[in-house]
C-alpha cells in the first residue's frame, strides 16, 4: 500500500507528535535499538503501521541527513527477519524538502501467528498510545486463544441447570422467534427449541450464552460480566468523594441494559430543548441512542476466553468524555470498516442470535438487530447532537469507544486530582496537589491536560487531538508541569515520548 508521505508528515506536524500506528525516528546515527520494540507492536496492531526513518519529531518532523540509506534498509530488512513469525516489511525510499527518507510499511502479522515475539528474548510488544509496551503474560494468553475462532460462548457450564433460567426472558425469547422464524427455529418447542438456538447443550446444559442472556443471574458463575459505571467527581464535592453514581449494573443482557440506561438518564448532564412541536425537553449530554449501541457492542463482543473473566465492561463518564471500554478487540472486522453498509462481524455469534430475539424489558425493543445497523444510527445521533465522531481504539485485545464534548463548549471549573477506587484504565496513580495555590485556580490548558491523564500516559499528539490544543501550546503548559512536579516526561531522543501523573 503506498504511503502519501506528504500527507502524513502534514498529520504528524498537526499532531505534533507520533500517532498509534506511526513511529518516526530520525536514525542519523544509525538503525536505533528501540526499533526492536516498535516493529514487535507494530506487527501485533490491528492493521500494522509505518515507520519513517530520516524526519526529527523534536524539530517539527523536518528531514536529517542519513549517513547511509541503503545500509539503514539493509539493516531494517535483517531486524525484521529476528522476529517469530519474520516480519514482513515494504520498505519505500521518498523524499521530502528534497532530502532522503525511508519509508517502511510494517504488515500486520497473520492472527494465528500472534503475538510477534523478538526472536532473542521472547518478549512481544504492543502499541500503546505512541509508545511501545511489553506484553503482560494475561496480554500474551489473550492473543494466544485469538488464533482460533472463538466458541466460549457456546461452551456448557456443567454445575447450571435449565431453572437457572428466567422464565419470563425464556418466554419472550420463544415467542418472538415463532413470530419471526417460524418456519426455521419457530418450528420447534420448548428444551428442542432451546438446544437449536445454542441456549442449551444436547445434554440440557446450560451454555455461557444461554446465561448471560437468558439467566436469572449470570453473574452467579460470571462474577465479572458487569457493567462497572462511575462519573467523576464534581468540582463542588469534598475531596473525600472519589467518584459519583458508581454502580455495578448485573444479570441477564437484557436487565443489565435497562440498568445501565437508568444510570445514564440519572447521571449524564442535559440541557432545556424547544423542540418543534413547542414541547420542552431535556437532552442529555450524550444522545442515548449512541450510547445504547455502544453499550451494547460492548457487552455483546467483549471476550468471554478465561483470560478475561476477571473484567467487567467499563464505563467512565468525564468532565469531557465519555469512555466505554471492553475486553477483547475487534474480530473479523477493522476500525475504518465499522459502519459500512453490511458489514457486520460476531466474535460470540451465538450469544448474538439469542440476543436478537430478546427485547430490553423496561426500554423495550430488541438488544440487537445483527444488521450493521448501529454504527450509522450512532454517526447520525452524534452529528445531530452537534458532537465530535465517536473515537474508536483497538488495541487487538481492548476496544474503546469514546465520545466527547466538543473543545470549544468545554468549561472546565478546576482540576481534580482525585481518581476513581474502580478506575482500573489509568496505569498512573494521580497526585491530589495544588497547581497554583489554594486559591487560585489553575489555567484551562493545564486542567484539560491533567484530567486527560487521568486515564493513563498520553503523548503531545494525543493531547492535542483530543482536547484541540495547539502543539507550542500544549509543550508549554507539559513544560510548566513538569517543572512544578506534576507530569513526567517518559522516553526521550531515540525513544516514543508520553507523559503521565507523578504518583
Sequence with gaps: MPVDLSRLIAKLRSAGGDCTNVEVKSAAGGLPESLTSTLSALANHPGGGVIILGLDERNNFNPVPLSDPQILKQGLAKKARAFTPPIQLTIEDASTDGMHVIVAIVHECATSAKPCRASSTGAAYMRGYDGDFRMSPLEEQAFLAAREHPTFDRLPVTDATLNDLDPDLINEFTRTVRQQDRLGLGRFE?????????????????????????????????????????????????????????????????????????????????????????????????????????????????????????????????????????????????????????????????????????????????????????????????????????RFDDAGIRFTAILRQPTRNRKVEHADFSRSATDTSSKAPVVRKSLAGDNQRPTTTREKIVEFLKDGPASVADLQKWLGLSAQGTRKALKNLRDEGIVQQVGGPGKATVYRLIP
Design 190 to 390: 420448548g428444551e428442542e427449541l432451546l438446544r437449536h438456538a445454542g441456549v442449551l447443550t444436547a445434554d440440557d446444559i446450560p451454555t455461557r450464552a444461554g446465561l448471560l442472556a437468558l439467566g436469572i443471574y449470570p453473574q452467579q458463575w460470571f462474577p465479572n460480566f458487569v457493567i462497572q459505571a462511575a462519573a467523576e467527581r464534581l468540582p463542588t464535592d469534598p475531596l473525600s468523594v472519589r467518584a459519583r453514581n458508581h454502580v455495578i449494573v448485573s444479570g441477564p443482557i437484557p436487565r443489565m441494559l435497562d440498568g445501565i440506561l437508568d444510570w445514564a438518564g440519572r447521571t449524564f448532564d442535559s440541557r432545556i430543548s424547544n423542540r418543534s412541536d413547542g414541547h420542552v425537553v431535556n437532552v442529555p449530554a450524550y444522545p442515548l441512542v449512541a450510547f445504547r449501541e455502544l453499550i451494547v457492542n460492548a457487552i455483546l463482543h467483549r471476550d468471554l476466553d478465561e483470560w478475561s473473566m476477571g473484567m467487567a465492561v467499563q464505563v467512565r463518564l468525564r468532565s469531557d468524555r465519555l469512555v466505554i471500554g471492553n475486553p477483547g478487540g475487534l474480530y473479523g472486522i477493522t476500525v475504518d470498516r465499522l459502519g459500512q453498509e453490511a458489514v457486520t462481524s460476531a466474535r460470540n455469534q451465538w450469544l448474538v442470535r439469542i440476543c436478537q430475539y430478546l427485547q430490553s424489558p423496561g426500554y423495550g425493543g430488541r438488544v440487537v438487530e445483527g444488521l450493521a445497523t448501529g454504527m450509522p444510527m450512532i454517526t447520525q445521533s452524534l452529528i445531530e447532537a452537534d458532537l465530535p465522531p465517536v
